[in-house]
């Protein structure tokens, strides 16, 4: 199910070179039996952070996100944008229709209190978009949506489950993070 799920961390845990003061001293690993719990707990949403790392002059977060299925309406898609943390997708099962870009229709500030803000992705607005650009993606698909980039699902035939990885330069998530159902 996470097969070349190490590709993803290699390409983007790349961070800028960091002085040796602020270099971490050593690795963090996520297994697969922690992202499975934090994905399968009863509580939560469909977007679940598993852990935000500090890696010396940014932050790295990793998430899982699993939806159910996503009619397609024929209307206007509804989406998120993150303004300052980017998101790379790694599809481990499923697959569907993803919209990017476009013209943002009825934007919103999400709260800064909202779970979304504080520990998922910093920042964010909610919108629907006109045009964009839709692209189907299935299990093994790599997506990357920079930050500022509106995203949301167009269609989902069954489910689609992702990991998602989140450069956070600026580190407006909270270093340290680690889902409450693995401090268990």
């Given at each position: 199910m996470y097969r070349g799920m190490m590709a993803v961390w290699a390409v983007v845990v790349a961070a800028p070179a960091v002085s040796v003061a602020q270099q971490p001293t050593e690795a963090t690993v996520v297994t697969r039996e922690q992202i499975e719990a934090v994905r399968t707990a009863p509580d939560g949403g469909v977007d679940r952070q598993v852990k935000v790392v500090d890696i010396g002059k940014s932050n790295v977060a990793v998430g899982i996100l699993h939806r159910n299925r996503v009619e397609n309406t024929g209307g206007p898609v509804r989406g998120i944008v993150h303004t300052l943390v980017t998101e790379v997708y790694y599809i481990t099962s499923g697959g569907g229709t993803l919209v990017t870009g476009g013209r943002l229709v009825e934007p919103r500030d999400i709260p800064s209190d909202s779970p979304i803000v504080t520990e998922l992705v910093g920042a964010s607005i909610s919108a629907a978009t006109d045009g964009g650009q839709s692209r189907d993606v299935k299990?093994?698909?790599?997506?990357?949506?920079?930050?500022?980039?509106?995203?949301?699902?167009?269609?989902?035939?069954?489910?689609?489950?992702?990991?998602s990885i989140r450069p956070d330069p600026d580190k407006v998530l909270p270093a340290g993070y680690v889902h409450p159902v693995l401090e268990k």
């Open positions: 299990e093994g698909d790599v997506v990357i949506i920079p930050a500022g980039v509106f995203h949301g699902w167009r269609q989902v035939d069954d489910h689609v489950t992702y990991l």
